[in-house]
């Protein structure tokens, strides 16, 4: 059973960085695409970016602001948040889905982190 935990988050303002962590525990680290989606208050769950080995991917509205990356000898996935605005407003969720996947679908992901608020004030 894949478990991730999720760490970080909290509030900034706007133009601030803030970093989210997300342990994996259960299964081999490398063997899963690993990804970060976002819900906002009354909207669907959205893709923010994912990482399959070493491809990366990102979300139009966050690219070139957010980076993800995996340390492997800490089985940990990253989320690199930097020029933050208010729209990027939302908890935050680690994702765990097969190796090989594009996907941007979370009905694609089978197993989730427990979810991080994050509040960017303007």
């Known amino acids: 059973q894949l478990q991730l935990a999720e760490s970080g988050g909290g509030s900034v303002q706007a133009g601030g960085s803030l970093r989210l962590s997300c342990a994996v525990s259960?299964?081999?680290?490398?063997?899963?695409?690993m990804a970060w989606f976002r819900q906002a208050p009354g909207r669907e769950r959205e893709y923010v970016a994912s990482?399959?080995?070493?491809?990366?991917y990102y979300a139009d509205s966050v690219k070139g602001r957010f980076t993800i990356y995996r340390d492997f000898g800490k089985n940990t996935v990253y989320l690199q948040m930097n020029s933050l605005k208010s729209e990027d407003t939302a908890v935050y969720y680690c994702?765990?889905?097969?190796?090989?996947?594009?996907?941007?679908?979370?009905?694609?992901?089978?197993?989730w982190g427990q979810g991080l608020q994050v509040t960017v004030s303007s």
């Open positions: 990482q399959d080995g070493l491809i990366t």
């Open positions: 259960g299964r081999t680290f490398s063997s899963f695409t």
């Open positions: 994702a765990a889905g097969p190796r090989g996947s594009t996907s941007r679908d979370p009905a694609d992901f089978g197993s």
